[in-house]
């Protein structure tokens, strides 16, 4: 407030819906109160920007895309990497035929810390990687098995592997630890032709396109190991990304098709 002495600040929610003048909010609230919050913003016909997870129940969730139609209100969750550049050259990729036919995808998402004391480090920081899987594979999984391991609060997993069976023979796997004494955000798509590997957490975030691959002779396995391609893209901040894209659907009275509700939902 003292910084931005000309814009409007409220103690609670119901101050800003009822006298303020805006026409969408976004949630940047602990997990377990964005049902709440955002159903309240919804009913008051204001459309809303919510940080993942959009809930942390499944019902909780349907009732809220229920409710942003009944209202003709904008909802979004806040899947941020769905909107990093690297991430749509990845989908650019794979739809061109470049890799081949996508046959894996693997995620890590380890860091040292936030621990939660509400959520496990699944619902904290999966739902990254489940979004951009679904969209990498334009599909839902036919089965998934997760595994967790919880050290420092009973019952809150610290460390989870989840293994997820997509349609077409796409196989998938996250990796995920707040208990992890390094910082890696790691993602590699693997095709019949090539693969690409993504480092968000490397310096200058870097993609790349590996020339590797396997051929059968008489039946035996032969590598092709070839050169690795460093690929460049047009470096944007996806929160910006997000949240210009957020306004702009708002501005031009459009539904969005990137990260609206019941992308939330599948997620």
């Known amino acids: 407030k003292n910084k931005y002495p000309n814009v409007s600040t409220y103690l609670n929610l119901e101050d800003a819906i009822e006298t303020g003048s805006f026409e969408a909010f976004t949630v940047a609230t602990p997990a377990e109160t964005h049902f709440e919050i955002s159903k309240r913003i919804i009913e008051s016909k204001k459309h809303v920007l919510v940080e993942k997870p959009l809930t942390l129940d499944i019902e909780e969730a349907k009732l809220l895309v229920e409710i942003a139609e009944k209202n003709s209100v904008n909802l979004m969750v806040g899947h941020l990497l769905l909107f990093h550049p690297a991430i749509k050259k990845i989908k650019e990729f794979i739809n061109n035929g470049r890799i081949g036919k996508l046959q ?13 004391t509400e959520e496990n480090v699944f619902w904290s920081f999966a739902p990254h990687d489940i979004s951009i899987f679904q969209y990498l594979t334009d599909s839902f999984p036919v089965s998934l098995n997760a595994y967790g391991s919880s050290f420092l609060q009973e019952g809150i997993y610290d460390s989870t592997i989840t293994q997820l069976k997509y349609p077409d023979g796409i196989d998938g796997h996250i990796f995920v630890s707040w208990l992890h004494p390094f910082k890696e955000h790691r993602l590699v798509v693997i095709g019949s032709n090539s693969m690409i590997s993504f480092e968000d957490s490397s310096k200058g975030s870097l993609l790349k396109m590996h020339t590797k691959k396997f051929t059968f002779d008489n039946g035996i396995p032969e590598k092709i190991d ?14 910006t990304e997000e949240l210009s894209y957020f306004i702009q659907c708002i501005r031009d009275n459009k539904k969005p098709k990137i990260a609206n509700g019941y992308h939330a939902l599948e997620v």
Not at 106 to 116: A, D, E, F, T
Not at 226 to 239: H, T
């Open 104 to 116: 894996y995808i693997y995620s890590n998402r380890l860091n040292l810390g936030q621990v939660r």
């Open 226 to 239: 070839g050169p690795v391609e460093l690929i460049d893209y047009v470096e944007k901040m996806p929160l």
